[in-house]
């Protein structure tokens, strides 16, 4: 949908009552002050105007963005202003390519943010399936912007390099929020770390159903002396959303601690 300025419409309403743009008399299409101040005229020309207003609002929602002016194409304006300059809906959009009969691409950008509350992070959720069940998004489209959300995770999963060295939690939570924020199953992965604290390697460890995840403390124990480790870190999400542990997961904790 492309949003024009309120003197623009205005103006092209002007000059459908009168065939000349008076830029004074734009104010009394909007608003007459005291009301015994509209003559029959002045009513029948504001009744007039609004009702061409509103035919060239729903004439300007009906262009396809081919029709749109070209700086305001989605592409075109990646190009001439940058990709910071789009919107989300717009990004969406260059994704999606086409739009449908009655959708450009940008409405079903916007339809598809407004499933999912213009979260970002609720958008890298959704399946291909999930995708689908959106009309005018097809496999191929669906397919796409999944590749694209992906892409985006695994950009953040190779900057991790930069920030191996283990201070404090937000450190080790910098490192696995790329890996589990968006998966709909647990996991449960170990971190290991030599004297300074350092990254030696992360390793899965096991993966389960929504419900849990079964962990072998041999293994985690087998792997450190590998490693020759230091100290590890032990880290798994939760599909929920509930950030309390529960009675397995302090079970499992303790019993790490135990064996190390």
Not at 34 to 50: H, I, Q
Not at 118 to 132: A, P, Q, R, T
Request: aromatic fraction near 6%.
């Amino acid at each position: 949908m492309v949003f024009f300025s309120l003197k623009y419409i205005l103006k092209q309403a002007d000059k459908n009552i009168s065939g000349n743009y008076n830029p004074s008399s734009k104010l009394h299409l909007v608003y007459y002050s005291p009301p015994e101040a509209v003559t029959k005229r002045g009513l029948f020309c504001l009744k007039k105007s609004y009702l061409y207003i509103v035919s060239l609002i729903f004439y300007f929602m009906s262009l396809k963005i081919t029709d749109w002016a070209v700086e305001d194409r989605p592409r075109e304006k990646l190009i001439r202003k940058g990709i910071s300059s789009l919107s989300d809906a717009e990004l969406l959009a260059i994704l999606i390519s086409s739009g449908t009969r009655k959708k450009s691409a940008v409405d079903l950008g916007r339809e598809l943010l407004g499933i999912v509350n213009n979260n970002l992070n609720s958008l890298g959720k959704l399946s291909v399936s999930d995708l689908l069940k959106i009309r005018g998004i097809g496999p191929a489209r669906a397919v796409t912007i999944s590749a694209a959300l992906e892409l985006g995770r695994r950009r953040n999963l190779a900057e991790l390099p930069d920030a191996n060295h283990i201070k404090c939690s937000k450190d080790v939570a910098d490192i696995f929020q790329p890996l589990l924020s968006d998966l709909s199953h647990e996991e449960f992965w170990v971190l290991f770390l030599n004297r300074s604290n350092r990254v030696i390697d992360r390793m899965k460890l096991s993966q389960g159903g929504i419900s849990g995840t079964v962990t072998d403390v041999r293994i985690v124990m087998k792997k450190a002396i590998e490693y020759l480790a230091s100290g590890i870190i032990v880290c798994h999400n939760h599909p929920s959303g509930n950030l309390n542990p529960s009675e397995s997961d302090t079970r499992i904790t303790q019993k790490i601690k135990d064996a190390g």
